[in-house]
């Protein structure tokens, strides 16, 4: 079954950068457009960033763009996101996700606190 898993969130510093990891399984990786989401409290989930497979173009949400960078590594089956220059406005629970077969699959998220 398809099994997405995220890591790499935590409590960093306005400013500070962290690297958050989705580890994919159980689905062709290598085919599928990825994507990172992000809910904060009281707020709806937004699509945060996107990569398409092959080819890795990709997509930024306003708020993110020049910041953060997504990328993939089709051999290990992993989505990045590369978060520089954060923000207090950043912080969330962090979601990979995948569409595939008129479904849509998610992690269970990595926090991500930006805060002094």
């Known amino acids: 079954q398809v099994q997405l898993v995220e890591s790499g969130g935590g409590l960093v510093q306005p400013g500070g950068s962290l690297r958050l990891s989705c580890a994919a399984s159980?689905?062709?990786?290598?085919?599928?457009?990825m994507n990172w989401y992000r809910q904060a409290p009281g707020k709806e989930r937004e699509l945060v960033a996107a990569?398409?497979?092959?080819?890795?173009?990709?997509n930024y949400a306003d708020s993110v763009k020049g910041r953060f960078t997504i990328s993939r590594d089709n051999a290990k089956n992993t989505v990045y996101l590369q978060m520089n220059s954060l923000k207090p406005e950043d912080t969330a629970v962090y979601y990979c996700?995948?569409?595939?077969?008129?479904?849509?699959?998610w992690g269970q998220g990595t926090q991500v606190t930006v805060s002094s």
């Open positions: 996700n995948v569409k595939r077969l008129s479904r849509s699959y």
């Open positions: 159980g689905f062709t990786f290598s085919i599928y457009a």
């Open positions: 990569i398409t497979s092959p080819g890795g173009s990709t």
